[in-house]
């Protein structure tokens, strides 16, 4: 059971380039996260959906779009990229049918550098 | 919104029990969670409590809830220098789930 998988692990990027970044999940679950995580500043929600076709936006999202085609992929996009936006990322999923145990499992992180 | 607070720093002995302590500010708040984060890692869940429990045991882990004052506090008893890593506090409300986080506390174990 892979659980939550982030690709890729690291990148770095020339300001003004553009990337995806892919998160998929094999534990079935609704909802998807993406969170930046700056020294000092913990987790900041970029965007998040609640189901296959929907998003919403997060704490901090501007600069980013995101896609959820499908129930198991959640894409983080940066169409233009600034060096403020150098930060580790990470991907969560959470299940919301479960009533008892709803806890958000983590991917292993994307260090972005923008340059 | 939810707002969740907590210290940055903790040093302790090994040996010593540790309590790192958070604060968040909405009473909603129905699940909250204490996740464990070791270098170059991402988050992983160490334990949660429902807002209609006070105490939660588990091994050297004692998470405690002052739902009045909007409290949780996380003790490790008989820190090791294993348990170096950051801790954050998160909360969810009820009718959301999604967790919002802290700034995360940094526990040093000293030998």
């Known amino acids: 059971n892979a659980g939550v998988t982030q690709t890729p692990k690291f990148r770095v990027l020339k300001t003004g380039q553009s990337m995806t970044l892919l998160c998929a999940q094999d534990?079935?679950?609704?909802?998807m996260y993406w969170y930046r995580q700056d020294p000092g500043m913990g987790l900041r929600l970029i965007h998040y959906?609640?189901?296959?076709?929907?998003?919403a936006k997060g704490e901090v999202p501007d600069g980013y779009n995101v896609s959820r085609l499908k129930k198991q992929n959640f894409l983080l996009g940066l169409e233009s990229a600034a060096p403020s936006q150098t930060s580790v990322y990470f991907c969560?999923?959470?299940?919301?049918?479960?009533?008892?145990?709803?806890?958000?499992?983590f991917g292993q992180g994307t260090r972005l550098t923008v340059v | 919104g939810e707002d969740v607070e907590q210290s940055l720093f903790l040093s302790v002995r090994e040996g010593d029990s540790s309590v790192i302590n958070c604060t968040y500010t909405?009473?909603?708040?129905?699940?909250l969670y204490w996740y464990k984060q070791e270098p170059g890692a991402g988050l992983q869940l160490l334990t949660y409590?429902?807002?209609?429990?006070d105490m939660k045991q588990d091994q050297r882990l004692t998470v405690l809830l002052n739902k009045k004052d909007k409290h949780l506090s996380l003790r490790i008893a008989d820190t090791q220098t294993g348990d170096s890593a950051i801790y954050f506090c998160a909360a969810a409300e009820g009718g959301s789930y999604i967790p919002t986080f802290g700034r995360g506390t940094s526990l040093i174990v000293h030998p």
């Open positions: 534990m079935n679950h609704e909802y």
């Open positions: 909405d009473s909603s708040s129905t699940y």
């Open positions: 409590i429902f807002s209609n429990m």
């Open positions: 969560a999923s959470s299940s919301q049918l479960a009533r008892v145990r709803t806890e958000a499992f």
């Open positions: 959906s609640v189901g296959e076709g929907t998003t």
